[in-house]
């Protein structure tokens, strides 16, 4: 099963969806935010199986959402790709794409968002966007209650103003992401229903539908005497070409490559150092149980102090940017007064 949820914050939307599937016959899996490889049951009488992308980007004008039945789905896709021209000048019948779009069948939900003449109109299979406050919302999958009251009960994490570029919708969708891998981590939230087990973030920009790469997070916890320690695993997540590559740390090291149904595998260097675009920090402070949590953007051309080390696409060592960790908990014990906090640093 799946949460996928869709965002708009009066500007540029932004999409979130897991990567866990699942089936009905037991048998052990191997997922990033759990330590062991075992069974891990879901609703009814569903286990998680596997890992695969929900959030496709067919080409850049269309990217397409979903939720049910992977082998519909990528039938679907394999269709709309048949069809589709590389560039959206060169589209002539959008019709095509809702009669491909309309065989799904009764098990899957279908978000399709297509960028055409400077707008974005979104096509919806089994499912319709809402509003709330103003802000417009799209749910799919047995996580999305899970999503609806993240939103519900954190009404700190919809401001009112939008930036141009989209990226307080980016960043509210991080945020959930990850606040969900950090709790499935400690205590399996999710895994019940049938999603988790990694995330991504997809967003228009100027040059059509893409997703958020070159992303860090990482999980803490702030003792009662002010030092901190990690509390869960660390991720960092990389694409090359459609295919997203994983990698998970501390404690242990391993890279899980989700392959994309789109496209043939890209070259990947046999070695590189790669600085974090985003990076995530979620802080449990002890002493009163509360998140703070901070989200730092900074763009390729003005890189940060940290960076990864990866071999063939697999994570080998990282170097961490502690002065800025540590001006992070300074900040977070101010925030502990207030309960739960979120801070977005932009470069």
Request: hydrophobic share 40%.
């Amino acid at each position: 099963m799946t949460l996928v949820a869709g965002l708009s914050v009066g500007g540029l939307p932004a999409f979130i969806g897991d990567l866990l599937v699942s089936w009905r016959i037991q048998s052990a899996v191997d997922l990033p935010t759990q330590l062991e490889k075992g069974v891990r049951p879901g609703l009814g009488t569903d286990y998680a199986a596997s890992l695969t992308q929900k959030l496709i980007i067919v080409r850049p004008y269309l990217m397409l959402a979903w939720a049910g039945e992977r082998a519909d789905v990528d039938r679907i896709i394999r269709a709309l790709d048949s069809l589709l021209p590389p560039k959206a000048s060169e589209l002539r019948d959008h019709e095509a794409i809702l009669g491909i779009l309309n065989t799904c069948g009764a098990n899957t939900e279908l978000v399709a968002l297509l960028i055409w003449a400077k707008a974005i109109y979104p096509f919806g299979v089994r499912t319709r966007g809402f509003e709330l406050d103003n802000r417009r919302i799209y749910l799919l999958g047995s996580g999305a209650s899970d999503f609806f009251e993240y939103l519900q009960t954190h009404p700190n994490v919809m401001p009112n103003q939008e930036r141009a570029d989209g990226l307080v919708a980016q960043a509210i969708m991080l945020r959930f992401a990850a606040r969900a891998i950090a709790l499935q981590w400690t205590i399996g939230t999710g895994l019940r229903a049938s999603w988790g087990g990694g995330f991504e973030v997809a967003f228009p920009d100027k040059d059509g539908f893409r997703k958020i790469g070159n992303l860090m997070f990482r999980a803490w916890m702030i003792d009662g005497d002010g030092t901190y320690r990690n509390s869960g695993r660390s991720f960092f997540l990389r694409y090359y070409g459609h295919d997203l590559h994983l990698s998970c740390f501390n404690p242990g090291e391993k890279t899980y490559v989700i392959r994309s149904p789109i496209g043939e595998p890209s070259e990947v260097p046999e070695y590189e150092e790669v600085h974090p675009e985003w990076t995530l920090d979620v802080f449990v402070v002890k002493k009163n149980g509360s998140f703070v949590e901070f989200a730092r953007f900074q763009p390729p051309h003005r890189p940060v102090a940290d960076y990864v080390q990866l071999e063939d696409g697999s994570l080998v060592g990282w170097v961490m940017d502690q002065e800025y960790v540590e001006q992070c908990v300074k900040k977070a014990l101010g925030a502990t007064d207030n309960g739960n906090d979120f801070d977005m640093i932009r470069y």
